[in-house]
């Protein structure tokens, strides 16, 4: 593969593969841009295809989080990991200590710690062999609560500005996965008063639970989820949810979830803001779960003032990038992605 010439591809500062076979690891790493300071982003441990689609995945990931820490006021750069899942070499001890090996050799330029399929006991492993781990369990924890938290600041925004209300009373919502994110921000949602409630994830265990707990939510296909007639549609899921071709039937008036890389490319959300649907950029809803574990690094040490403070500070990035779309008459997106690379560039 020639990776200068893949679309994902954003003239990356690094990318690296990794292939220990007596575990059996496998994956990537890549660095996107650094300008701001040591690159940080979680490890995906997920059953990909083939090692061309685990390379897209990690280099839009990595991209995606230079941005984030930008408008998150995080003085990071992006980066990210993925781990090529195969059941043949289980993530035993052993295979987790490799993959420790191998975030070491980057001598810091490179933190890493919770993402899909990695959990806060890996983490508590990983720690163990590697001190570039963040998202300690005596410390930030599991950043699934605060990127929900995230995401429900970033709804308030987006209904105040559509509906003149940020309230989530009588307000209707589809919530496509219902994982650690999915899940939390269901329980806030429910909190503030919403009710008429979709949901749809592929495991029947949890939408079980879910019904257990939430009685009133009403279970839909995971493919039909985006079809829902309701005020606020929320991707938590995996990335690439919105395509030129779903777009025509969405039927919400607001989009705003905690899935990373949720369109398929830039010209998605174009159209979305041609229906006059406000997107909410995944990378401003989602940033909670970043604040949360960069908080670590401060030279202050972790603060939990300091990720309520920031958390909170959500609501306003994505007012702020409201306003500035309405009055630039551009996509959401397009703005924020503006107002991030005019910080991580200028720090060059």
């Not at 990537?28 to 300008?35: G, Q, Y």
């Not at 958390?311 to 924020?336: F, H």
Request: charged fraction near 25%; glycine fraction near 8%.
């Amino acid at each position: 593969m020639e990776i200068s010439k893949l679309p994902e591809f954003d003239n990356h500062e690094l990318v690296s593969y990794f292939n220990d076979s007596e575990t059996g690891l496998r994956g990537f790493v890549a660095i996107h841009n650094s300008n701001l300071g040591p690159a940080v982003g979680g490890t995906r441990y997920f059953n990909y295809k083939s090692k061309e689609e685990a390379l897209r995945d990690v280099l839009r990931l990595s991209e995606a989080m230079t941005y984030k820490c930008a408008l998150a006021g995080a003085p990071h750069g992006g980066g990210k990991a993925v781990i090529m899942a195969n059941p043949k070499f289980p993530k035993t001890t052993k295979f987790l200590n490799a993959f420790a090996g191998q975030i070491n050799l980057l001598k810091g330029s490179f933190y890493t710690g919770e993402d899909v399929g990695i959990t806060q006991q890996d983490v508590n492993i990983l720690s163990k062999k590697s001190p570039f781990l963040i998202g300690h369990q005596n410390l930030a924890g599991d950043p699934s609560p605060w990127a929900a938290l995230g995401v429900f600041y970033s709804m308030q925004a987006a209904l105040k500005s559509v509906f003149g209300s940020d309230k989530f009373y009588g307000r209707s919502f589809a919530i496509k996965g219902l994982g650690k994110v999915g899940y939390h921000l269901l329980e806030l949602i429910y909190k503030a008063g919403g009710r008429d409630i979709f949901v749809a994830d592929i495991d029947k265990t949890v939408l079980r639970k879910t019904k257990r707990c939430f009685s009133m939510v009403k279970i839909v296909a995971p493919a039909t989820i985006y079809k829902q007639k309701v005020d606020v549609y929320a991707p938590c899921a995996m990335g690439i949810d919105l395509t030129e071709n779903n777009v025509k039937d969405l039927k919400c008036k607001i989009i705003c979830g905690g899935a990373n890389n949720q369109l398929a490319h830039n010209k998605v959300g174009d159209s979305i803001y041609r229906r006059r649907i406000l997107y909410v950029p995944d990378y401003i809803a989602n940033s909670g779960g970043l604040i949360n574990v960069v908080s670590e690094l401060r030279k202050g040490g972790f603060s939990r003032k300091w990720v309520i403070d920031k958390t909170k500070a959500i609501r306003r990035t994505t007012q702020k990038i409201i306003n500035l779309s309405k009055k630039l008459k551009k996509s959401p997106d397009i703005v924020a992605d503006l107002m991030a690379e005019r910080i991580f560039q200028k720090s060059r």
